[in-house]
């Protein structure tokens, strides 16, 4: 299932934004947990956890489940799928390289792209997909001030690409 999300409102500086849990984490979910982040604002956060595969299944399966019609020629039988956080499970992110144009994207800059387009699932099978992507199963979210209150407290370390 598709989630809808703010579109057009993320800086290219802010995806450059890690989050590490440290062994101060309390939440036993984020535990040894690596987060891209791509939206923190006094609105609230989100990112992806990038670090914990959930399971290797049938891209035939993901399909199914997400009421995508079965492309004629599938290439690429199977796909792992990761958890990208504990809100809305249902729910499936792709972060690609930026070979390849998703419509819609939630964020993009020069080098990847944040998306839920369907159509991405069914290039992916016909090997016309991204040459590098991760499929993700829900989302790492925090209501305002909620993420800056857990880095106070040293349950996450930022790290900064430059």
Same mark, same amino acid.
């Given at each position: 299932?598709?989630?809808?999300?703010?579109?057009?409102? *993320?800086?290219?500086?802010?995806?450059?934004?890690?989050?590490?849990?440290?062994? =101060?984490?309390?939440?036993?979910?984020?535990?040894?947990?690596? &987060?891209?982040?791509?939206?923190? =604002?006094?609105?609230?956060?989100?990112? *992806?956890?990038?670090?914990?595969?959930? *399971?290797?299944?049938?891209?035939?399966?993901?399909?199914?489940?997400?009421?995508?019609?079965?492309?004629?020629?599938? &290439?690429?039988?199977?796909?792992?799928?990761?958890?990208?956080?504990?809100?809305?499970?249902?729910?499936?992110?792709?972060?690609?390289?930026?070979?390849?144009?998703?419509?819609?994207?939630?964020?993009? =800059?020069?080098?990847?792209?944040?998306?839920?387009?369907?159509?991405?699932?069914?290039?992916?099978?016909?090997?016309?997909?991204?040459?590098?992507?991760?499929? *993700?199963?829900?989302?790492?979210?925090?209501?305002?001030?909620?993420?800056?209150?857990?880095?106070?407290?040293?349950?996450?370390?930022?790290?900064? =690409?430059?």
């Amino acid at each position: 299932m598709f989630l809808s999300f703010p579109q057009n409102i *993320l800086s290219e500086d802010v995806f450059t934004e890690l989050l590490v849990a440290t062994p =101060n984490m309390s939440d036993p979910r984020f535990k040894e947990t690596v &987060i891209f982040m791509f939206y923190h =604002n006094n609105e609230g956060a989100a990112g *992806l956890v990038v670090n914990k595969p959930l *399971l290797t299944m049938s891209i035939i399966e993901l399909l199914k489940e997400n009421n995508v019609t079965l492309p004629e020629k599938i &290439i690429q039988n199977e796909i792992t799928l990761y958890w990208g956080g504990p809100v809305h499970p249902e729910h499936i992110f792709f972060i690609h390289s930026s070979d390849y144009n998703s419509s819609n994207p939630i964020f993009s =800059n020069k080098d990847l792209i944040v998306t839920q387009s369907a159509e991405i699932l069914t290039d992916i099978a016909t090997n016309n997909g991204p040459k590098k992507y991760i499929i *993700l199963s829900g989302i790492a979210a925090w209501d305002p001030g909620q993420l800056d209150y857990e880095i106070d407290q040293e349950g996450w370390d930022k790290k900064i =690409n430059s």
